[in-house]
């Protein structure tokens, strides 16, 4: 039996799916299939153009189905031409350029084009949208969206439904200012009610969008260039762009034009034919099916499936009973989905709300017959994945509604994983199930990457990565398989620390570009990985190697810590906590002449001047006259201490002189991250030393016990006793030899508290201070140079290092800091 | 219709390193790297506004001080963080100045 042919009008997401589902239903052997399509272009993700205009994702990311993929399945792609004529009577669709296709089923997937309401002044001559002016849906709108944004000071948006905002938001994105110009007294009042739209109306204003209620556009200004918009009010807004995001309308005028009912859009049957004709189907946004219109994904996947099973009578019988509406709005910082009814439509049904607009949470459903007919979610979405199923599937809910709007008692997580039905839908953008994530890692797919790229899970909005992670680690009992680089000094060179300072030393590497170009993996500079080698050059080489500034974090440019505006904090050193009156005076004095914000008492007992421009500090230094606290890197931070036996009746030995001779000894080192330390008079503890990185308690008996891999951060953690000594000497000396074998194996940015227990105590002591393996005297001698090696570098604000150094990364223009 | 603005001698900028400019009410970070590439984009980091100038950079990429985003500086477009950023035209003019496209 010869094949039939079999032509699709539109390359959209619903065509292009459409046939994918042909095509497994044996569709290669049934027809010769023919595809038209307007752009140029294989077919999209139209959902993700939100993401191509923020910035998330490049244009080249959406693509579903690239032109070889045409090739690939014999299917014959006319891009760039449109369908200008369907005869029923002789069976063949007309293109723009002259093509004729006889066809013997009809697929129409004409979708839908945006609806510009009638504006004056925001049209050419020629009734196409004047220079500047764009709709946003398609990747042609996209691309001139993002370039006209670069040259753009303010941009407007008219429309404040979920499009609309999403493009307000990638604006943003391009640093523009932007409005939003919507016409409803609520933003996005299709999906939320009104306490919803105003919280989310405050996250907008929160994140920089100005908005507009209630506002009809009634013309664009400006002659040769927009200059702004009037408003029926006539309030002005002044802007350079314009985006207009006012909903779609249905192409629908093929089918008009040929004699198919059209109401709002090409009326269907439950088989997605129409009505008219047996050999036409009609699917997508173009479909009218029982009075209603989709615009959204999940519908368009339904009809395609349902089209495919009838056209190839793989299921005959196959009969699309409408779709369940549910969205999640992609803005960042703002977490918003909405379902179904968002008011009550039936005297008995039930509303469940919690409402608490200072955090931005707001959560109601709407109850039918103990089943949920609607949802709207706000500021926390870890119920929406349980809820849209079971909207979606009309189960019956648990009798304890709190459940359902909060996670309370909830089993743990790996136990409500494993009883999350087979079926169930994980990924909604690729139609990915928790069986076929079992099935992937069944194949031998060992890692979350590598089930997400053979599956497409994850790879559509996104949302789902973290539960199919969960699902790949539960699937592989718990051992999910790790990557590699963990065992790396730096991802990009395979090799541990140790390896790597052998290397380093052997190819006589003194600089941290030289280590990318001779060791890293094609030579190629990694700049998350330059701090961790500027680190580790400085514990091979001491003082003797090329400190190139740039692979160092901003704090160790500048000798300060980064605050969230931008802003250093200056910490002079204080040992011990000691300080003199007439240091107290002067840190006054530079506090007053500086308008210093904030003068504070640190943990570390010391003083901090914060909120100092970059700019500042090389004078701020000047008249402190005090050499650098080091309170800013992975380095040697500070030693408290108590008044000990001079002072203290319940003093036992001179933790002052001890906690000063430490802070001489060690200021300015570089380690693996930050040391804390500190020395106790006695084993009160005053100075919290048994919970420091290195600590030393005098006892009775004039000795000191060394305690190593304390923590009192984020980890708490009492330190382990490493030995008892005689002296403060020996307290210094062990330390040291501790700290610099810390300094030669430990990773970048791990903290004593991880490293201790990892090595293990028994190894630590037994070559800190048994000498086990014969390097202690090696250890001391290297922790000697790289102590003669530091210096105070708060010398650098009077000979900066480059003419970078000092100079502001914040421009006095900013509105905020002006 | 793009403006060229000339902002100064690139070796104001060290190697590895960027430099923030105002450039007709925009704030603009420069950047040059090791590998002999020049970039701009927006100063500010859109995440909470660290100043992206202050950041460790790569080939392509710059990392944000203050929480690591981190930028492709050929498109803009985010390897870590959620949304991208502003890139604007940059080239050197026949003496050595910095030139950039608004």
């Known amino acids: 039996m010869s094949k039939q042919s079999l032509v699709v009008i539109g390359n959209g997401m619903a065509g292009a799916r459409t046939v994918e589902e042909i095509l497994t239903r044996g569709g290669p052997d049934m027809f010769e299939i023919t595809m038209f399509g307007d752009e140029p272009y294989g077919n999209y993700n139209r959902i993700l153009l939100s993401n191509v205009v923020n910035g998330s994702q490049d244009a080249s990311e959406i693509f579903l189905n690239p032109l070889g993929w045409y090739e690939d399945n014999d299917i014959r792609l006319h891009a760039g031409e449109r369908v200008v004529a369907i005869d029923r009577y002789s069976k063949t669709v007309t293109g723009a350029k002259g093509t004729v296709v006889r066809y013997d089923k009809l697929i129409i997937a004409t979708g839908s084009r945006a609806f510009i309401p009638p504006i004056r002044n925001l049209f050419k001559p020629d009734g196409s949208l004047r220079d500047r002016a764009f709709a946003f849906r398609s990747l042609d709108d996209c691309t001139a969206i993002i370039r006209a944004a670069r040259q753009s000071r303010v941009a407007a948006v008219i429309g404040g439904g979920l499009l609309g905002l999403e493009a307000a938001r990638g604006l943003l994105a391009h640093g523009c200012e932007v409005h939003v110009i919507h016409i409803a007294q609520a933003l996005m009042n299709v999906q939320l009610d009104m306490p919803a739209a105003n919280m989310l109306k405050t996250s907008m204003e929160t994140l920089g969008v100005t908005v507009h209620l209630g506002a009809i556009t009634e013309s664009v200004l400006g002659d040769q260039q927009i200059s702004g918009l009037r408003l029926k009010d006539d309030t002005e807004i002044p802007c350079d762009m314009l985006v207009v995001s006012t909903g779609i309308r249905p192409n629908s005028e093929l089918g008009r034009e040929c004699g198919l009912t059209v109401e709002r859009a090409i009326v269907v049957d439950n088989h997605m034919r129409s009505v008219d004709d047996p050999n036409v189907y009609v699917v997508g946004e173009c479909a009218q099916h029982r009075g209603m219109v989709y615009g959204l994904v999940a519908p368009l996947w339904e009809q395609g499936k349902v089209l495919a099973d009838h056209i190839t009578g793989a299921d005959a019988e196959a009969s699309y009973q409408g779709s369940k509406l549910a969205t999640k709005l992609k803005v960042m910082g703002v977490e918003v989905a909405s379902m179904g009814s968002i008011e009550p439509e039936q005297p008995t049904d039930e509303i469940v709300q919690f409402y608490e607009p200072r955090r931005g949470m707001y959560k109601k459903l709407i109850i039918r017959k103990g089943r949920l007919a609607g949802a709207i979610m706000m500021g926390d979405l870890s119920k929406v994945a349980y809820l849209m199923q079971a909207f979606d599937k009309n189960t019956p809910l648990p009798e304890e509604r709190l459940s359902l709007l909060f996670d309370i008692g909830a089993p743990e997580k790996g136990k409500s994983l494993e009883e999350l039905p087979a079926e169930l839908q994980v990924c909604n953008c690729n139609g990915v199930s928790k069986r076929a994530i079992g099935e992937c890692v069944a194949r031998g797919n060992r890692t979350a990457k590598a089930v997400m790229s053979a599956t497409r899970a994850g790879m559509g909005c996104g949302s789902c990565k973290g539960l199919v992670t969960d699902l790949v680690d539960l699937f592989c009992g718990g051992a999910m398989e790790e990557d590699p680089t963990l065992h790396y000094y730096v991802p990009c060179i395979p090799l541990s620390k140790p390896e790597l300072i052998a290397a380093v030393r052997a190819q006589n590497l003194r600089s941290v570009s030289a280590v990318f170009r001779c060791l890293a993996q094609g030579g190629v500079e990694d700049p998350a990985s330059k701090p961790a080698l500027a680190s580790l050059l400085s514990v091979v080489w001491k003082g003797d190697y090329e400190d190139e500034r740039d692979a160092r974090f901003i704090n160790d440019r500048v000798h300060g810590n980064i605050q969230k505006d931008g802003t250093f904090s200056v910490i002079p050193e204080l040992p011990g906590g000691i300080c003199t009156a007439a240091q107290l005076r002067r840190i006054a004095d530079v506090a007053e002449k500086y308008q210093v914000p904030l003068l504070k008492l640190t943990g570390g007992q010391r003083i901090d001047l914060v909120g100092i421009p970059k700019e500042e500090l090389p004078h701020v230094w000047r008249d402190l006259a005090m050499p650098a606290g080091w309170a800013w890197g992975k380095s040697y931070r500070t030693c408290k201490s108590c008044i000990g036996i001079e002072y203290c009746r319940f003093g036992l030995g001179h933790s002052m002189n001890l906690a000063v001779a430490l802070e001489r000894r060690f200021r300015g080192l570089d380690s693996p991250a930050k040391l804390k330390l500190a020395t106790a008079g006695c084993p009160r503890n005053c100075s919290e030393a048994y919970v420091k990185d290195v600590g030393a308690v005098a006892v009775e008996g004039n000795k000191w016990e060394i305690y190593i891999g304390g923590a009192a951060g984020s980890e708490i953690r009492k330190g382990d006793l490493l030995c008892v000594v005689d002296s403060e000497a020996d307290v210094v000396r062990l330390a040291g030899r501790f700290i610099q074998y810390y300094r030669e194996n430990a990773k970048f940015k791990e903290r004593t508290y991880a490293f201790v227990p990892r090595i293990g105590l028994e190894k630590i002591r037994a070559i800190i201070v048994d000498d086990a393996e014969g390097i202690a005297e090696r250890l001391d001698t290297a922790m000697a140079e790289s102590a003669a090696a530091t210096r105070d570098v708060w010398l650098e604000g009077e000979l900066p290092r480059t003419q970078n150094q000092f100079r502001t990364a914040l421009p006095v223009v900013d509105s905020n800091h002006g | ?102």
């Open chain 2, 1 to 102: 219709m793009a403006e060229k603005r000339t902002l100064g001698p690139a070796e104001e900028i060290p190697l590895g390193e960027g430099r923030t400019y105002s450039v007709a009410g925009h704030d603009v970070a420069v950047f040059r790297t090791r590998s002999g590439g020049l970039y701009a984009t927006q100063a500010r980091c859109p995440h909470k506004r660290g100043p992206l100038a202050d950041g460790l950079l790569g080939p392509t990429s710059i990392i944000c001080p203050l929480h690591e985003w981190q930028f492709d500086l050929t498109t803009g477009s985010v390897i870590h963080g959620e949304c991208g950023i502003a890139v604007y035209p940059v080239s050197l003019d026949p003496e050595g100045r910095i030139t950039l496209e608004l």
